[in-house]
């Protein structure tokens, strides 16, 4: 395989009651996999993908989790199926950083589930300790955003640099609030309350943080020659210490989608690993030449086989 390939990986909100199904129905690797994550849980997690309901999946520990074994489930299957497919570098959107993480082969399958199950709980805690809500601003420009934040001020912070025009705002709910009610003023066409449990990516995840640090403390990483182009910066990361920093500081910083993204551009294709397709919609926004493949389903294989000529 000649293509220099980056495999890009799904975060929260992707998720969808019967997600992987087709895969654990058609791949024994798959079924493994779902199995290895449901022993390792304690908990029927697969049960909850496959029959929802959608109430149960949309919490954020049983979405976090599906998502991230849904994805490496898929991203093993493509590995069995395309010999010799190897990305030359990964990332993901917020929890989607943890499945490249582990695709790229910084961390093993199980350590990453259990730090993805004990991230969620934790977040889940700091949502409940600080209540903080989100919104989509559209339209407006990364200085238009930051001139909004430093307007309201205490409470409110920019969360996620998705793509041109689509920058997500955190804070407590009354910050929020003010923010979208003059976000015009400040360039944007319109503003959208996200329904989300807590404000992911700002300061009043500051109690999950200092946790997950203390995890992240515990835990080995392995060496790889895969970058993961990271959130926290939006560059490349080679190496353990570097990694260990970007997670470390992940829940309350900003994800840089864009810079991200931008990193990548001397890939010859993008392939989206996982449920839904909002990753490979943000690159057709930020204007990436290069193909961008999305694979969630069975049927998407056969696309993928195309593009890489096998």
Not at 293 to 307: D, I, T, W
């Amino acid at each position: 395989m000649t293509q220099k390939v980056a495999c890009l990986f799904p975060g929260q909100g992707s998720q969808k009651v019967g997600m992987g199904k087709s895969f654990y129905d058609q791949f024994s690797l798959a079924r493994e996999l779902f199995q290895q994550a449901d022993d390792v849980l304690g908990m029927h997690l697969t049960r909850v993908m496959f029959e929802g309901p959608e109430e149960s999946l949309k919490k954020t520990l049983n979405s976090q989790l599906a998502i991230y074994v849904t994805s490496m489930a898929i991203f093993r299957v493509i590995q069995a199926q395309f010999p010799g497919f190897k990305p030359v570098v990964c990332a993901g959107h917020s929890l989607g950083e943890y499945t490249a993480l582990t695709a790229a082969g910084w961390l093993d399958f199980s350590t990453c589930l259990e730090l993805v199950k004990y991230r969620a709980q934790v977040m889940s805690a700091a949502c409940e300790q600080q209540p903080g809500t989100m919104a989509a601003l559209l339209g407006i420009d990364e200085e238009g955003v930051l001139k909004l934040v430093a307007k309201i001020g205490k409470g409110l912070w920019a969360a996620n640099f998705n793509c041109p025009g689509q920058i997500v705002i955190s804070g407590t709910v009354e910050a929020v609030q003010q923010a979208m009610e003059i976000a015009k003023d400040f360039g944007a066409r319109r503003a959208m309350p996200l329904q989300v449990q807590g404000a992911f990516h700002s300061g009043l995840m500051q109690a999950a943080e200092d946790k997950l640090a203390a995890r992240l403390n515990e835990v080995s990483l392995s060496s790889s020659s895969i970058a993961v182009v990271m959130n926290v910066t939006g560059q490349r990361a080679t190496s353990m210490d570097e990694i260990k920093r970007n997670m470390m500081k992940q829940m309350t910083s900003s994800v840089r989608w864009q810079q991200s993204i931008k990193q990548m551009e001397d890939c010859s294709l993008f392939v989206e690993i996982g449920e839904g397709k909002v990753l490979a919609g943000l690159n057709k926004k930020i204007e990436v030449t290069a193909p961008t493949l999305s694979v969630g389903v069975m049927e998407e294989l056969e696309v993928l086989a195309k593009e890489l000529r096998i």
